[in-house]
């Protein structure tokens, strides 16, 4: 079966305000790695790769987003405002040309310890027939709670056949409405469970979780920082400055914690912005 993929990055984070007011939330970076790459990097892992292959969406802070991506695939530019999970798949048709179509979110965060990227979602391809629509799921808290399906929540990556998408209309839509319930209600939905970690990292404690998960039971501190500080479960980016207390926090590239500061369940930009999030356990 041919099979594209596309990563969807053109939201805005609103959730995420203000950090995302600095950069869009597909380029947050998570354990020091932007969002997005640590989409593509998993697509890779399915031999997905480059703009044949391979199409990110954009939008809002768009030339951010284009300026990273570069020549690693297609760009889908969105005019005016976001189109849409559904709207951008719509936009495009063209570019899609009749293949299946495996689609990330750019803000999900998978991590499988005993599977590299990649292959921790290679079930969602495993003997498709090219006519269902099969969702990445994990079982749901609540499993008749809204927005399940089959007691399952979405984590982030879908498989769409070409016979649901050749129609999607480049207007804005999602593919909740559109594609996914009817394909349920066609019973030609299929949810492919994910063993791993997932967060969506849409609000400042998952972003936070997602964070601390990947720097694991101690600190990630990237070569380039300077750290004269103390930390404890916290993730420091590039060019970022420590000379105070930081525990289960994110300090982003560049940007500095001062000798009297203690910075907790927080995410510090530059060098006066802090959002705090709720605690971790």
């Given at each position: 079966?041919?099979?594209?993929?596309?990563?969807?990055?053109?939201?805005?984070?609103?959730?995420?305000?203000?950090?995302?007011?600095?950069?869009?939330?597909?380029?947050?970076?998570?354990?020091?790695?932007?969002?997005?790459?640590?989409?593509?990097?998993?697509?890779?892992?399915?031999?997905?790769?480059?703009?044949?292959?391979?199409?990110?969406?954009?939008?809002?802070?768009?030339?951010?987003?284009?300026?990273?991506?570069?020549?690693?695939?297609?760009?889908?530019?969105?005019?005016?405002?976001?189109?849409?999970?559904?709207?951008?798949?719509?936009?495009?048709?063209?570019?899609?040309?009749?293949?299946?179509?495996?689609?990330?979110?750019?803000?999900?965060?998978?991590?499988?310890?005993?599977?590299?990227?990649?292959?921790?979602?290679?079930?969602?391809?495993?003997?498709w027939d090219g006519?269902?629509?099969?969702?990445?799921?994990?079982?749901?808290?609540?499993?008749?709670?809204?927005?399940?399906?089959?007691?399952?929540?979405?984590?982030?990556?879908?498989?769409?056949?070409?016979?649901?998408?050749?129609?999607?209309?480049?207007?804005?839509?999602?593919?909740?409405?559109?594609?996914?319930?009817?394909?349920?209600?066609?019973?030609?939905?299929?949810?492919?469970?994910?063993?791993?970690?997932?967060?969506?990292?849409?609000?400042?404690?998952?972003?936070?979780?997602?964070?601390?998960?990947?720097?694991?039971?101690?600190?990630?501190?990237?070569?380039?920082a300077t750290v004269?500080?103390?930390?404890?479960?916290?993730?420091?980016?590039?060019?970022?400055?420590?000379?105070?207390?930081?525990?289960?926090?994110?300090?982003?590239?560049?940007?500095?914690?001062?000798?009297?500061?203690?910075l907790t369940d927080?995410?510090?930009?530059?060098?006066?912005?802090?959002?705090?999030?709720?605690?971790?356990?």
């Amino acid at each position: 079966m041919d099979v594209c993929a596309v990563v969807l990055a053109a939201g805005e984070g609103t959730r995420l305000r203000p950090l995302t007011e600095r950069v869009p939330k597909a380029l947050c970076p998570i354990g020091n790695v932007p969002l997005l790459d640590r989409a593509l990097d998993r697509l890779a892992g399915l031999a997905l790769a480059g703009p044949e292959r391979v199409a990110v969406n954009a939008c809002y802070l768009g030339d951010l987003v284009v300026a990273h991506v570069g020549a690693r695939a297609h760009l889908s530019v969105e005019p005016g405002d976001p189109l849409g999970t559904a709207g951008g798949l719509g936009n495009l048709r063209d570019w899609i040309a009749g293949r299946g179509v495996l689609v990330g979110n750019a803000d999900a965060y998978l991590a499988d310890p005993d599977v590299p990227p990649g292959p921790d979602v290679a079930a969602l391809l495993d003997g498709w027939d090219g006519w269902s629509v099969r969702l990445l799921g994990q079982p749901a808290d609540d499993p008749a709670a809204p927005g399940t399906f089959s007691g399952h929540r979405f984590v982030g990556f879908s498989l769409l056949p070409w016979r649901l998408v050749r129609d999607l209309p480049a207007i804005f839509g999602d593919l909740v409405r559109t594609v996914w319930r009817p394909a349920e209600a066609a019973s030609a939905l299929e949810v492919v469970p994910y063993r791993g970690t997932f967060y969506d990292t849409g609000t400042p404690a998952d972003y936070l979780a997602a964070n601390l998960h990947a720097a694991g039971d101690d600190s990630l501190v990237h070569p380039s920082a300077t750290v004269t500080g103390r930390l404890h479960r916290a993730v420091i980016g590039p060019g970022a400055t420590v000379r105070g207390e930081v525990v289960r926090a994110v300090v982003w590239p560049g940007a500095s914690v001062g000798p009297d500061e203690l910075l907790t369940d927080t995410i510090r930009a530059g060098d006066a912005l802090t959002v705090p999030a709720a605690r971790i356990p």
